[in-house]
């Protein structure tokens, strides 16, 4: 493997680490130590300013996500050369990256405008459809590291 083909790869690996991991960290840690530990008035706004850091970050790994993982096509010959997990791979990560852009842009904002609102149940509801959708895109996530690293072997 050449050099620059590695420094994609690497790339490539840090970026969805970070989405994956992340998403993990927010669901099994972040979200559940905030509901045993603070009431709503505290947790919605805590939870909104978690979820705005954590959201510019994972913009950045989708970017340099897809960016790397088409340039990894591209030094391998194309879509027509490469091993059908990685077309696999290509379609869950472009519904991940639409279900991230659906939270970003649709359930968020809801967040976001109930708690300037202090509207604690909407604010409420909107945080858990958000969980919600995490969790799938967490699945779905874990399900394209074993596609990618299991299914190449298949
Ligand atoms: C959406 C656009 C994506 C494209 C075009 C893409 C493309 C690629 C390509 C071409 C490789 C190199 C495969 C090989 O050398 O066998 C690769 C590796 C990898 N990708 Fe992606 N990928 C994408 C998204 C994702 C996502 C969303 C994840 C995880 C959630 C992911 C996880 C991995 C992993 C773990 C490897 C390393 C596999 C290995 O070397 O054994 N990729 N990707």
Redesign the pocket.
Known sequence: MFLTTSLF?LL??LA?TF??GGMAVMHFAVRPAAVATLEPPQRLPFMAAALSRFFVGVSVAVAT??AS??A??MA?GGFAR??W??HG??T???V??ALFLHIRFAPYPRLQRAIAAKEWPVAAAQLNSIRKLVAVNLS??VA??AL??VG?AL
Do not use: D, E, N
């Open positions: 790869l490539h690996l969805v989405w994956v996500a897809l993982g088409l990894l096509v391998a490469v091993h997990s990685v791979m290509f869950l990560g472009l991940m990256m779905i996530g394209v590291f990618a690293i190449r």
